[in-house]
């Protein structure tokens, strides 16, 4: 299924939860931190995935809340996670902000800043039912997954000063 067309207000929600600690970090980024080194592939999917999650997210109103059934466990556990993303990222500004504090890992999360909201909105394309909402996550999670291992690679090489 496409998905039905309409707003979502879900959609937005998980998008405020996105972008307003993104916002923040513009101006509160890890000491040392430099995008020089990212992969060019994995940079183009991490942007499209991000155009195309936003809009699938905004654009289809599946993702908005239904009557309750068993499958209302897929919203509610996305939504546990961006709660859990905005908790990293306050664990993130109270810290020295130094790029060890960026790639943390949060619970069983790995890289949590990078895999908990590519999580929740895998789950929130799976409560949706709607496939290109989980192609373009798929997308975004190669792109922003990869080049978040990238950076904690160079972040664990013996020559990182």
Wanted: aromatic share 14%; net charge positive; glycine share 8%.
């Amino acid at each position: 299924m496409l998905g039905q067309l309409g707003f979502s207000y879900i959609g937005l929600l998980f998008l405020i939860m996105l972008m307003i600690p993104n916002l923040m970090w513009t101006k509160k980024k890890p000491q040392g931190y430099t995008a020089e080194t990212e992969n060019r592939i994995l940079v183009l999917l991490e942007r499209i995935g991000e155009a195309m999650v936003g809009a699938c997210s905004l654009v289809f109103s599946d993702f908005n809340i239904h009557s309750w059934t068993n499958w209302s466990w897929w919203l509610i556990i996305a939504f546990l996670l961006m709660v859990m993303y905005e908790f990293w990222w306050v664990r993130y500004f109270r810290s020295e902000r130094k790029l060890a504090d960026f790639y943390s890992d949060l619970l069983v999360f790995p890289l949590a800043g990078a895999t908990l909201p590519v999580l929740a909105f895998l789950l929130l394309g799976i409560y949706g039912k709607v496939k290109i909402m989980l192609i373009a996550v798929v997308i975004l999670g190669i792109g922003h997954i990869g080049v978040a291992i990238q950076h904690r690679k160079e972040l664990n090489s013996p020559d990182h000063s």
